[in-house]
Each structure stands twice: as C-alpha cells, then as structure tokens.
C-alpha cells in the first residue's frame, strides 16, 4: 500500500500516538480523515491543513457516532486505509475495577473497532488495494497483572485481526496489527509509568510507534511487534507460558504497589 495519495480513516486522532500518525501519514502525501470526540480538539490538528484533512466528531461507542463516520467516508469518496487508533487503558486490579469501566474499556477498545470495520469493509472492498490496520499491544500475547482487562481487549483484537485477514485472503484488502510495547502518552498514568520504571520495562515515544505502522501498511508482514526483548517474550509466552508466570509472579509485589491488591474471597 502507497500512502501517497492514499485516503486514511484514522480513528483515536487526538491522542499521542494518533497525532503523531496523522503528522507522518501527512508528510508521506496521503489524505486523512480524523475521528475523535472533542470537537476543538480536532479543529486544532486541521488548522491550516483543511485541503488534505477533513473531521468528524463522533463517539464511536455509540451507534450515532459509527453512523456518522460511515456518512462522512461515503460522502468523501470512499478510503482505502482505516487505521485503529483509539482505545483506553487502566492499570488496576481486575477486583478493583467497577463495572463501568469494563464496560466502557471493552466498548470502546473491542466493539467500537469491530462495528466500524463492518461499517467501512464494503468501501473498502470497492478499492483496487486496501488495508486495514488495528493498532494492538504486546499485551495482547502477554498477559498481565493490572490489566486483565485492557488485556482482554487486545486479545480480541489479535485473534479479529488473524481472522479478518484469512477471511479477506482472496480480495484486495489486507489486514496489518501493529503490537507496540508501553508508550509515553497521557494514556499512561504517573502510576503506570512508575511501575514500568520499577520493573525495568522500557517505553517508546509516540514518533517511534508511528513510524513503525506506517512501516507496517506498507509492508508484507502480517503482524509486528514492536521493542525488545517484549518480541522475545511474546514467543516465550507462547511457548513455555510457565517461565512467564514465574516471572510475573516474582513482580507481584511492584505491580500491587501501583496497580492495588487483589481481594481474595473466602
């Protein structure tokens, strides 16, 4: 896929690394149409740039907020690229975390991104080559202490990519998911990012995941997984999920620090 002159859905544009997507998919020629839900907000990122953007204000965990995206593409012509960036993230112990805000994790991260891929996949399929690109998490092959949920989420995403893409092997759209490790965004609490220092976890700047999806679109390569040794772990994981155990167990102790206890119920 060319970016050049490519016409981008982007979903989540926004936050740290969907502006910084939206920046680099601008410098490589392509027209974007940026999804988020606070109007000011993606005035702002259009300012100026109005001839090769346009926006759409919607919540996409609402039936209206995909209706009006949908409206929007169909009216722009059609796309050939939707890229996935929104999502939530929460560090907390899974016993600590409320109903609501599973609801919202899971509503947001898992069924705002399968619907509007349902949505979008006919215009898509309209044009000579197409992909579409979910932005997931080496969370999403690693289980975690403190996000069981946000773990849950891009699980789903993993396992919706591979399908997508077996199911659309005979047609002209191609599927890409993107796994980044921990990055520095506001996504990320103080607590988040102690406990990532604490355990020696390395995070990359929304410049460097960026650039590693767009490499991504225009390459081959079904899936990537971005930073090491999170790559290596994901294939240990995989392998012998035992010796992660241990080793998450051994850290236990810095998660809770951050993340809270889990209740135990007798």
């Known amino acids: 896929m060319k970016l050049q002159h490519a016409r981008v859905v982007l979903t989540g544009a926004t936050g740290g690394i969907g502006q910084e997507l939206l920046e680099q998919l601008l410098t490589a020629g392509a027209q974007v149409l940026i999804v988020g839900r606070r109007r000011s907000a993606l005035d702002a990122l259009a300012a100026g740039r109005w001839q090769r953007m346009r926006t759409v204000e919607a919540d996409l965990a609402t039936r209206a907020g995909r209706d009006a995206v949908e409206a929007a593409v169909r009216d722009w012509g059609g796309a050939s690229v939707l890229l996935h960036a929104s999502g939530l993230n929460e560090l907390i112990s899974f016993a600590a975390q409320d109903e609501e805000s599973i609801e919202a994790l899971l509503s947001v991260n898992v069924t705002a991104t399968l619907q509007l891929t349902r949505r979008l996949l006919p215009m898509l399929q309209q044009q000579p080559q197409a992909v579409v ?17 946000y773990c849950a989420s891009k699980f789903a995403l993993r396992g919706f990519a591979e399908a997508l ?16 490790r921990a990055t520095r965004t506001s ?5 988040a990012v102690r406990m990532n220092e604490q355990l020696g976890s390395t995070m990359d700047t929304p410049q460097r995941v960026a650039q590693q999806v767009l490499q991504a679109m ?22 012998l999920p035992g010796v992660v155990d241990k080793a998450m167990r051994k850290k236990l102790p810095q998660i809770r620090q951050e993340a809270g206890p889990s209740r135990v119920v007798s």
């Open 133 to 149: 690109v979910l932005l997931g998490s080496v969370l999403g092959s690693i289980g975690h202490p403190g996000y069981a949920t």
């Open 165 to 180: 893409r077996r199911e659309l092997a005979d047609t002209g759209v191609q599927v890409r998911y993107v796994a980044p």
């Open 187 to 191: 996504m990320h609490t103080a607590a």
């Open 218 to 239: 225009q390459g081959t390569r079904h899936e990537r997984y971005l930073g090491w040794p999170e790559k290596l772990f994901v294939r240990i994981n995989q392998i």
